[in-house]
């Protein structure tokens, strides 16, 4: 047996396999920065894109729920800067952007020429000062860090004493038994994700200082159907109905929390 497997995979056929099967699969999952980094340059011309259709809506809720006028906002895992027309239609002081991929800075630059951005992690927004903020925003990013607890503890750190909080985020749910993948020069690459359990997630907001106002979740139904229709996924759909897909949270720091 152990020949065979020798004989095998020497074989010109496996050979050329294994090349097709690198072209069509990225190996993987892909770190978040670098995933994106490859990702930046299609990502704002996906139009059918379920997961950010979802949170286009949802975000748009949650903003008007609070006050962006004369404030400080941060957008932490801002991208391309998906949200950065409405957040500035609502006439900010200060809008800055942190995120870990330059390609997705790169590409938010070009559409708001002078954007205040700045590359870094999410566990150390190390350009803006203790309660330097009034909003911070994150959205789709949470998912894609290992500990949620230091990455709340530096929000909690940069937003002021009754700042708010718009959190948005893959439900887990979904998470657990879904992928974020995307294709590039025709390989799926699968971004690196992880599940925060809401029980889990909401009592790490609590230990940093956050009181939950409100949680919305959007879950795939049925007049969801005809995006999985359109996809040919009409499977995937009837295996992940009722399932939540993506939730969305507004919460306040109730106290101080760290220092420069």
Wanted: contains cysteine; glycine residues 8%; aromatic residues 6%.
């Amino acid at each position: 047996m152990s020949n065979r497997r020798a004989n095998a995979s020497g074989s010109p056929w496996s050979h050329l396999l294994r090349r097709a099967l690198r072209r069509l699969v990225g190996s993987g999952p892909w770190a978040a920065a670098q995933a994106y980094d490859l990702w930046s340059a299609t990502y704002d011309a996906e139009p059918d894109n379920l997961l950010v259709l979802l949170d286009e809506e949802l975000f748009e809720g949650l903003l008007r729920r609070v006050e962006v006028r004369g404030r400080r906002v941060i957008d932490v895992g801002c991208g391309t800067g998906r949200h950065w027309t409405k957040i500035l239609a609502h006439g900010p002081l200060e809008l800055v952007g942190y995120d870990v991929s330059p390609g997705m800075l790169a590409r938010l630059r070009r559409k708001h020429p002078g954007a205040a951005v700045h590359l870094a992690s999410a566990e150390a927004l190390s350009h803006s000062a203790a309660q330097s903020c009034d909003l911070l925003v994150s959205t789709l990013a949470l998912s894609h860090v290992p500990s949620a607890d230091p990455v709340l503890d530096e929000w909690a750190r940069v937003l002021r004493e009754g700042g708010d909080l718009l959190l948005t985020d893959f439900h887990p749910a979904a998470a657990a038994i879904a992928d974020t993948t995307f294709v590039h020069q025709g390989r799926l690459i699968t971004v690196e994700k992880h599940v925060h359990p809401l029980p889990a997630l909401e009592a790490a907001l609590g230990r940093s200082g956050f009181e939950l106002l409100e949680r919305e979740e959007r879950v795939i139904d049925e007049p969801l159907r005809q995006h999985y229709d359109r996809a040919g996924k009409g499977a995937v759909f009837e295996r992940m109905r009722g399932t939540p897909l993506l939730y969305g949270m507004h919460l306040r720091r109730r106290g101080a929390q760290g220092s420069d």
